[in-house]
């Protein structure tokens, strides 16, 4: 299917303001300096599934990359477009440019609060990234990703099945845990398994050892996170 939108860019300069915004003051575009991208709202009708870390916008707060701060938005990540979608209160989507946005927050789909920064590592595109644990030896970020998967039979145009007139393509959702040492190295797995990390950390002798001695459970986002704050403590 191809991916429709009407590009609209404006360039603004930003007014005397207060560090802390409230989203109205995006609605008035004169007060923003973003680069904005109008978009069609069913551009993913004919795809099944979607593309977002939660469908359904919510609100929360925007840091641009000139450190502005607006709050009380409408907003929703695109992990499949790697942008950030924003509601105006004409019902109007628009997509606000990675290269305006600096770290966001808002509700996941379990409802929880949650903050990307966009950033880039060794060996890892420029992106956002859900920060897990911000401090220490050993960061913890989650990296989430979305493949488009074309069905058989279909067509560019419709990404439709002329006999059965049903999707064929749908969009893949998947995430892996990125770990970054305070000397910029970094690894990482999939899943929350003890298996999984100990892989991951192979070749690290003293958190081989540590996993030897030691009975180590990894149920939770909770459960790594608070492992990491033992692991870099090993001398």
Do not use: C, W
């Not at 991916?3 to 575009?29: C, D, E, K, M, Y």
């Not at 192979?202 to 050892?209: A, I, M, R």
Request: hydrophobic share 35%.
């Amino acid at each position: 299917m191809s991916r429709v939108i009407l590009i609209i860019s404006f360039i603004i300069v930003f007014g005397s303001v207060s560090l802390a915004q409230t989203g109205p003051l995006l609605n008035n575009l004169d007060q923003s300096a973003a680069n904005l991208t109008d978009l069609l709202y069913n551009r993913y009708e004919e795809i099944s599934g979607d593309p977002y870390l939660n469908k359904e916008f919510t609100k929360g707060k925007v840091i641009t990359n000139l450190d502005k701060e607006f709050v009380d938005l409408s907003i929703r990540y695109n992990i499949y477009e790697g942008s950030l979608e924003l509601k105006k209160d004409d019902n109007r989507i628009i997509a606000l440019t990675n290269d305006f946005v600096k770290e966001f927050d808002l509700l996941n789909s379990d409802g929880k609060r949650v903050k990307f920064v966009n950033t880039k590592f060794k060996g890892h595109p420029l992106k956002f990234y859900q920060v897990l644990r911000p401090d220490g030896l050993m960061t913890l970020y989650k990296n989430y990703g979305v493949q488009l998967i074309k069905g058989g039979n279909t067509t560019q145009q419709t990404g439709y099945n002329a006999s059965s007139k049903t999707p064929t393509d749908r969009f893949d959702k998947g995430s892996n845990y990125l770990i970054v040492f305070d000397s910029g190295e970094t690894v990482s797995f999939e899943k929350l398994k003890r298996r999984d990390l100990e892989n991951a950390l192979k070749g690290y002798d003293k958190f081989q050892s540590f996993f030897d001695e030691n009975k180590v459970k990894i149920n939770t986002e909770s459960d790594l996170i608070n492992l990491l704050g033992r692991l870099e403590m090993l001398k």
